[in-house]
Antibody, heavy 119, light 111 residues
Framework: EVQLLESGGRLVQPGGSLRLSCAPS????????MTWVRQAPGKGLQWVSGIAGDGDDTYYPDSMKGHFTISRDTSKNTLYLQMNDLRVDDTAVYYC????????????WGRGTLVTVSS | QSALTQPPSASGYPGQSVTISCTGTSSDVGGYNYVSWYQQHPGKVPKLIIS???KRPSGVPDRFSGSKSGNTASLTVSGLQAEDEGDYFCSSYAGRNKFGIFGGGTKLTVL
């Protein structure tokens, strides 16, 4: 069965940093366009970042530029999200999801990892 | 890019039909035939139920259908069943390098 598994979420103080990981089983991420999507408690979904299959191009909504950095390690078949200067409103479940380029939708989703920013 | 607009709640009795709207702009919903819908049960991962406005992935019941007119997309659930209860999110492609923007979600209650 193809699965994505996120890790790295935890309680962190405002201003802190965190790196999330997304590792697959049963699939090679290296040819996929990958994204991070977050969901604040009781709220809707928000696209956070995306990265091209070759890792050369990265994409962010304007509100996330300079705040988060997406990357991938092809040797480890793993996707990352570096989160700096965390704020209370960054508290959310963070999902990694594959982006279907042809149909323009979020395809395979991980189970998510919870990031809580609080003092 | 602003989020797409969905009604916060919708409801219907078993066997009835319910339609959930998703309103955007000419820069997203109205500009592309790339609207997708996701179903999310409490504590679960979002599941794709409609892509490209009206396409159903394999395994999704044909009770779920999608359409679009102008800047508004719609999801219709026919023959409501108890297991349809949950949150529904629309998403639209918003142009190169922008991936998908989401609606705020609609909580569907089966009465």
């Amino acid at each position: 069965e193809v699965q994505l598994l996120e890790s790295g979420g935890r309680l962190v103080q405002p201003g802190g940093s965190l790196r999330l990981s997304c590792a697959p089983s049963g699939i090679n991420l290296n040819n996929l366009i990958m994204t991070w999507v977050r969901q604040a408690p009781g709220k809707g979904l928000q696209w956070v970042s995306g990265i091209a299959g070759d890792g050369d191009d990265t994409y962010y909504p304007d509100s996330m530029k300079g705040h988060f950095t997406i990357s991938r390690d092809t040797s480890k078949n793993t996707l990352y999200l570096q989160m700096n200067d965390l704020r209370v409103d960054d508290t959310a479940v963070y999902y990694c999801a594959a982006w279907n380029f042809g149909g323009k939708y979020f395809d395979l989703w991980g189970r998510g990892t919870l990031v809580t920013v609080s003092s | 890019q602003s989020a797409l607009t969905q009604p916060p709640s919708a409801s219907g009795y078993p066997g009835q039909s319910v339609t959930i709207s998703c309103t955007g702009t000419s820069s997203d919903v109205g500009g592309y035939n790339y609207v997708s819908w996701y179903q999310q049960h409490p504590g679960k991962v979002p599941k794709l139920i409609i892509s490209e406005v009206s396409k159903r992935p394999s395994g999704v019941p044909d009770r779920f259908s999608g359409s679009k007119s102008g800047n508004t997309a719609s999801l219709t659930v026919s023959g409501l069943q108890a297991e349809d209860e949950g949150d529904y999110f629309c998403s639209s492609y918003a142009g190169r390098n922008k991936f998908g923007i989401f609606g705020g979600g609609t909580k569907l209650t089966v009465l």
